[in-house]
C-alpha cells in the first residue's frame, strides 16, 4: 500500500529532527547562523527539446519554498526579491510554499512578491503549505501582487510568431492535478514547461507536449552533513535537487529559499535558479 502524504510527511520531520539533533551535537553545525543566509544563484542551462529558435536563450528566475514565518524574517525576503529583480530574467515563476505554520504571514510574503517583474510575465503555483496556512488569503495575495497562478491552467507565451506554453498543476498533496485539462487548447508539436511544488509528480507525468518540469518542495535535503548528503527528504530522493531526468521528461529541483522543521541549513545553500533556455 502506497505510503499517504500525511505519513510521509511525519516519517521525514522524524527523521530530519534525529538527524539534526545529532549533527548539532557532534559539532557540525557551522552553518546555523550563516548558511541560511548565503544565497547561492544558480544557472543552470537547460536543453529542451522543441523549442523555438525565437526562445533560444529565454531566462526564467524560480522563486521557491520561500517560508516566511519564524525561520525566514520579512526583511530577508525583501532582500531575496531584490536579488531576484536584480537577474532581469525574461519570466519569473514561483513554484510553492511562500507562508510558514500561520495564516498571519501569508499577505505579507505575497506582498513582498510585488516588485517581481518581467517582459514575459510572474506566474506561480501553491505548495502543501499554501494550502495549510490559507489557501483563500494566499490567492487574494497572488491576485494583489499581480502573478498569474497556474494551478491546472495554461499560458501561451510568444515570440516572434512562435509559442511556448508556461503550465501548472494543484499541489501533490492538497489539490487535484489535472494536467489534461491544463493543456486542453494546446498544439501536439508545441512544447510546455510545467510547474509543479512537488517533484514527485514527474513519476505521474505522462503527457510528450511537457519538455521541462520546474519544482521545490524538497529544499535539497536542508541538512546535507558532508559525507553523508541529505539525511531525510519529503520526496523520493531521486527529486533531491538539480536536473534529473524522469520517465517522460525531465525536471529541476530547485533547493529552495526558505526552511522547515529546523532553523538552519547545513551544507545546502538556498538556492535561487536563473535556467537559460536552449535548443536541444
Partial sequence: MATKP???????????????????????????????HWVEVTKPRIAVPG???????????????????????????????????RQVPDIFVITG??????????????????????????FGVMGNHDWWHGIEASRVGAREAGI????????????????????GVGDLWEDEQDLAGALRDVPGDEAVILL?????????????RVKLMLAGHSH????????????????????TSGLVKTPNSQIYISRGLGMSTVPFR???????????????
Fill in 220 to 239: 535539497g535535503g536542508q541538512v546535507a552533513p558532508p559525507l553523508l548528503g541529505p539525511v531525510a527528504v519529503p520526496n523520493k530522493r531521486k527529486y
Fill in 97 to 122: 510554499d511562500l507562508s510558514h505554520r500561520r495564516e498571519e504571514y501569508v499577505t505579507p510574503v505575497w506582498r513582498a512578491m510585488k516588485p517581481l517583474r518581467a517582459p514575459e510575465g510572474v
Fill in 6 to 36: 500525511l505519513e510521509t510527511r511525519r516519517s521525514f520531520l522524524r527523521k530530519l529532527g534525529w538527524a539534526a539533533a545529532g549533527v548539532v551535537a557532534g559539532g557540525t553545525a557551522v552553518d546555523v547562523a550563516y548558511e541560511r
Fill in 148 to 167: 498569474g497562478m497556474l494551478d491546472n491552467r495554461a499560458v501561451p507565451i510568444v515570440r516572434g510568431g512562435s509559442r511556448i506554453w508556461l503550465a
Fill in 196 to 208: 509543479t511544488h512537488n517533484p514527485d509528480y514527474a513519476d505521474e507525468m505522462l503527457d510528450p
Fill in 266 to 280: 547545513i551544507n545546502c545553500r538556498p538556492e535561487l535558479p536563473v535556467f537559460e533556455l536552449v535548443r536541444a
Fill in 51 to 85: 523549442l523555438p529558435p525565437a526562445f533560444e536563450g529565454l531566462r526564467i528566475c524560480q522563486v521557491t519554498d520561500v517560508h516566511h514565518g519564524p525561520y525566514m524574517a520579512l526583511a530577508q525576503v525583501r532582500e531575496i526579491v531584490e536579488l531576484a529583480v
